[in-house]
Nanobody, 126 residues
Framework: QVQLAESGGGLVQAGGSLRLSCAASGLTFSSYVMGWFRQAPGKEREFVAAIRANDRRTLYSDSVKGRFTISREDAESTVYLQMSSLKPEDTAVYYC???????????????????WGQGTQVTVSS
């Protein structure tokens, strides 16, 4: 059974940093694309970042580019999202997701992903 478990969310002041983690189990993590999405209250879930399996190529939404960094540690079956210069508009539930492809295929669409974590709350105060 495939499971994704996020951790690291919390409350932080604007300008601060947080690192989210997502641990995967039940499959060969190193073969697949991993992504992060977020959903703020009253809004649709939106793409944040993705990372490829082989060459570690990354992709970011314009809203987080330059502030967030996605990375992965295949030996630990874990993907990370380092968030810096946080803004109140970054407040959301953050989800990690796994796409059973080795290369990017519509990674900005949540329908492309096969497995999802339960989410972790990030709250940025002004």
């Amino acid at each position: 059974q495939v499971q994704l478990a996020e951790s690291g969310g919390g409350l932080v002041q604007a300008g601060g940093s947080l690192r989210l983690s997502c641990a995967a189990s039940g499959l060969t993590f190193s073969s697949y694309v991993m992504g992060w999405f977020r959903q703020a209250p009253g809004k649709e879930r939106e793409f944040v970042a993705a990372i490829r399996a082989n060459d570690r190529r990354t992709l970011y939404s314009d809203s987080v580019k330059g502030r967030f960094t996605i990375s992965r540690e295949d030996a630990e079956s874990t993907v990370y999202l380092q968030m810096s210069s946080l803004k109140p508009e970054d407040t959301a539930v953050y989800y990690c997701a796994l796409d059973r492809h080795e290369y990017f295929t519509s990674v900005m669409r949540d329908a492309s992903y096969d497995y999802w974590g339960q989410g972790t709350q990030v709250t940025v105060s002004s």
